[in-house]
């Protein structure tokens, strides 16, 4: 299959969360409304976006382990994207996935992370999770 100018008509046009702004000054609603502003159809939306977001929202400092209520914020994220007609194309980074040993609590860890994150990403409407390996030296 090729690309053609039409094929590419689908993509949506995005712009990361996490290259817009400064942190304590520019809130998510405040990027999503910049990026939809900007013309932008699409966006990705960054893992720390979507946790300061979920502090500020729910009123208390939510942990980048506590899946069930970052989940719960995405659906709410979902609702502000949808109503500036912006996609979440992609939710990122998330790091340290690849390279654990067999057996290894971080491994174990990882996995049960990308659980947690696969959950965000249903929550939002998102199908593509950015995932970083680590550098592992192993002789």
């Known amino acids: 299959m090729s690309l053609t100018a ?3 008509k689908g993509i949506p046009i995005s712009f990361a969360s996490c290259s817009i702004g400064y942190k304590d000054e520019h809130t ?3 990027k999503i409304a910049a990026i939809a502003n900007a013309g932008f159809t699409g966006m990705e939306l960054s893992f720390p976006d979507i946790q300061a977001f979920a502090s500020l929202h729910l009123k208390e400092e939510v942990g980048e382990w506590d899946f069930e ?4 914020v995405c659906k709410v994220i979902k609702a502000m994207t949808d109503a500036k007609k912006l996609e979440i194309m992609l939710l990122q980074p998330f790091a340290n996935f690849e390279g654990w040993p067999k057996g290894s609590k971080e491994r174990e860890n990882a996995f049960k992370a990308a659980k947690g994150w696969i959950s965000m990403m249903d929550a939002s409407g998102c199908n593509t999770l ?5 550098a592992t030296n192993k002789g």
Request: zero cysteines.
């Open 6 to 8: 039409s094929s590419l």
């Open 28 to 30: 998510l609603p405040k």
């Open 69 to 72: 209520k970052l989940a719960s």
């Open 130 to 134: 950015q995932v970083s390996a680590i």
